[in-house]
C-alpha cells in the first residue's frame, strides 16, 4: 500500500522560513511528477510547485524567488524550501505524486498546515 506523508508545517513568522518534506512508502516501482499544492479557507487547492523525476521544476508566480522545490530520488522524498514567507502564504499545503506501482495514479498527503503571522 502506497503511503504519502506530509510534514514539517507550522507556525511562522512573516519574513521567517519553512522547510516541508514528503515521503513516500509503499512497494513503490517509481516516482515520476512530484509536487506541491495549497488551499486557503474559502479557495480552491493551487500548485505551488512541481518537480519531475529528472529535476525540472516549475513555481507558481507568487511564490518564484522564494520557494525551492527539492527531491532526493533515492528516498522517494520531495521537499518544499520557503523563504520570506508571507501571511498570505497561508494554508494547507499538500503534496501529490504520480506513482508507478502495484496500484499506479496520483497520490496525495493528509496535509500539513502552514500559518504565517504577520
Known amino acids: 500500500q502506497v503511503r504519502v506523508v506530509e510534514s514539517g508545517g507550522g507556525l511562522v513568522q512573516s519574513g521567517g522560513s519553512l522547510r516541508l518534506s514528503c515521503t513516500t512508502s509503499?512497494?513503490?516501482?517509481?516516482?515520476?511528477?512530484m509536487g506541491w499544492y495549497r488551499q486557503a479557507p474559502g479557495k480552491q487547492r493551487e500548485l505551488v510547485a512541481a518537480?519531475?523525476?529528472?529535476?525540472?521544476?516549475n513555481y507558481a508566480d507568487s511564490v518564484k524567488g522564494r520557494f525551492t522545490i527539492s527531491r532526493d530520488n533515492t528516498k522517494n522524498t520531495v521537499y518544499l524550501r520557503m523563504n520570506s514567507l508571507k501571511p498570505e502564504d497561508t494554508a494547507v499545503y499538500y503534496c501529490?505524486?504520480?506513482?508507478?506501482?502495484?496500484?499506479?495514479?496520483?497520490?496525495w498527503g493528509q496535509g500539513t498546515q502552514v500559518t504565517v503571522s504577520s
Open positions: 501529490n505524486a504520480e506513482i508507478i506501482a502495484g496500484t499506479s495514479g496520483y497520490y
Open positions: 518537480i519531475t523525476s529528472g529535476g525540472i521544476t
Open positions: 509503499g512497494n513503490i516501482l517509481r516516482i515520476n511528477d
